[in-house]
Nanobody, 125 residues
Framework: QVPLVESGGGLVQAGGSLRLSCANS????????MGWFRQAPGKEREFVAA????????NYADSVKGRFTIYRDSAKKTMDLQMNSLKPEDTAVYYC??????????????????WGQGTQVTVSS
């Protein structure tokens, strides 16, 4: 059973918006932070945004600052990524991830312990 499940991907024109959601599939674990990563064909998986479960502080990659917003619902253990002003270079498979330990930062894939299977986002020019 995949620990996390993403939804909300799809095809959108440049300048459009999409909202991705990530939910816990039912596995019980402590959550210190959750994040979004993306991977385009032929490229490494890269950090997009992260949110600490306690306090709700957020971090964003420079490439998405001002366009993407990450949200979390602590009670439901869900996380969303609102993506506005989408560009063709945002095209990728988007993955949500959960970190079950405290760390100083949550920018790297190895800082996360559970992952979803990914959802495709395609932005046409």
């Amino acid at each position: 059973q995949v620990p996390l499940v993403e939804s909300g991907g799809g095809l959108v024109q440049a300048g459009g918006s999409l909202r991705l959601s990530c939910a816990n599939s039912g596995r019980t674990f402590s959550t210190y932070a959750m994040g979004w990563f993306r991977q385009a064909p032929g490229k490494e998986r890269e950090f997009v945004a992260a949110i600490r479960w306690s306090g709700g502080s957020t971090n964003y990659a420079d490439s998405v600052k001002g366009r993407f917003t990450i949200y979390r619902d602590s009670a439901k253990k869900t996380m969303d990524l609102q993506m506005n002003s989408l560009k063709p270079e945002d095209t990728a498979v988007y993955y949500c991830a959960a970190a079950t330990y405290y760390r100083d930062n949550y920018y790297s894939t190895y800082e996360y312990d559970y992952w979803g299977q990914g959802t495709q986002v395609t932005v046409s020019s």
